[in-house]
């Protein structure tokens, strides 16, 4: 019966075809991913470049349509109750893992509660308590065992979750693949090792078939796959290379797909590649975090003399030229629900009055030409990160009167993570992309108890502010508190924001289906590679 479906798809798929154009035999596709993933386990990530992996090989209830909407993935329907605290996700029955296995709602109840389980020390651990899911809190402070959440399996095919308290967008947090189940049986059986290749067991549209870490993974169509009629592609290959000037090569010898590019050949790229050259906007803060626990960022002023110094737009009129804005908040102003976040009132000041005004916070904090600031910004392995943090540095030392000596450190993706994650940075290079699309996927991230707050802060008051946007009774009064929120983040000064990112992809004209997501939602199910 499937071959029967994908034959008819085939014919129904190429109606819609140019005259002239024609589907490649071999539907090969190859992408760079950047960077080899701290893991393969949806539990033990927490990067972009493992989000390419996992929502290929992995999905989760809801997924993003092609207008990055929520749209059915494992779950077919969905409902909630009158006051949002109990939703029921209806799933589909035709779901199978790549070994043939069925997907069930337990495999789910088992993925979640691995996720909030101490044992596991995920990153993401707090990814519940966003949601509100019955006593995730406690489950991952040890207070209660892990099969006390309120996640529940009332039969194989409907999966129920209890909520603390309303969250009216519970639906779109499940869209995020840390919440991709897992196949209980298999992590059962190899225990961590579940998740590496000889062993991993998805139920995405693709499997993996071999990887070798910094080279490539070679993924192929899961022939398990519920809607494998529409998958064209046969064979994903994902490259690691970190290096943009490497990866652009292999785009122009013809070995890459799709590549992004060294930030000084824009100019040349967009004479040369003009009809290749794609760029999109994405949900997504490029800024500077300041380990605000120990010297010298435990003082406010330094923290702000830094973030006011910092002139934003020579970095992105003149270091990055694709589109960029100056952030001088967290939130992206076009998520949902930020519409009432402003800037801090000194962002409206000229750049001279600014740099004026952070040299006397610098010396009302004990730092002059005698006794310099001196600190170390850490960047992971890349070459637009090390720009930018030249940039930076530079932007400093002229604007504050040449007191601050910035020392550069560039460590590989897992160490960088790690550094971050102990604490151990003093600032250093980070970005933040939405897990979907809700001003609470950036303002989450700084509540005290959250497992992805690497810098310190902790504050009762903006803890407050984000509970009662949780309990707000109007999107309005929403937006009112994520603005409160927001500006507790800029008084303080917990991180210094830089830019709202676009992202810029050359892309080979035969490939088609793919699409700049503002999510980053890259799944690849839905692109073919035309005859070329």
Partial sequence: MKKFAFILFY?????????????????VFTFNAGVAPQSLDPAKIDGSPEGIFIRNLFETLLISDKNDKPAPGVALTWSHSDDYKTWTFNLRKD???SNGDKVTANDFVFAWRRLVDPKTASPYASFLNYMKLKNSSAIINGEMNPDQLGVEAKDD??????????VPFADLLTQFYVLSPVPKKVVEKFGDSWSEPKNIVGNGAFKLDSFVVNEEAVLSKNPYYWNIAKVMLNKVILLQ?????????????????ISQFPLELLDKVKKEYSNELKIGL???????????????????????????ALDRNIITDQVLRQGQIPAFTFSPPVI???????????????????????????????????????????????????????????????NLGGIVNVKLQNQEWKSFLSTRRLGQQQMARAG???????????????????????????????DKAISLAYKAKTEKE???FYAEAEKILYDNNVIIPIYFYTTSYLVKPYVKGFKIQPSQNNYFKDIYILEH
């Fill in 157 to 166: 095919y409907t999966l129920i979750l209890h909520l603390e308290s309303p």
């Fill in 95 to 97: 779901a199978k893992w």
């Fill in 11 to 27: 014919f129904y798929f190429c109606n819609f075809l140019q005259a002239e154009d024609k589907l490649d035999k071999e539907q």
């Fill in 336 to 398: 949902n629900a930020a519409e009432l976040i402003t800037p801090p009132e000194w962002s409206k000041w000229d750049s001279s009055k600014r740099h004026q005004e952070a040299i006397k916070l610098l010396n009302e904090a004990g730092y002059n030409q005698n006794n310099p600031l001196n600190f170390t910004l850490l960047y992971n392995t890349n070459e637009n990160h090390k720009k930018l943090a030249i940039a930076a540095s530079s932007i400093w030392k002229k």
């Fill in 282 to 308: 994405q949900l997504c803060t490029y800024y500077y975090e300041l380990n605000i626990k120990n010297p010298p960022f435990n003082n406010n002023k330094v923290r702000q003399a830094l973030s006011m």
């Fill in 478 to 480: 929403r937006a009112q």
């Fill in 241 to 257: 290379i970190q290096n943009d000037s490497v990866a652009y090569t292999r785009y122009r010898t013809g070995n890459l797909d």
């Fill in 432 to 462: 933040w992309c939405s897990d979907y699309n809700e001003a609470s996927s950036f303002l989450n991230i700084f509540l005290s108890n959250s497992s992805n707050n690497t810098s310190g802060f902790k504050s009762e008051e903006y």
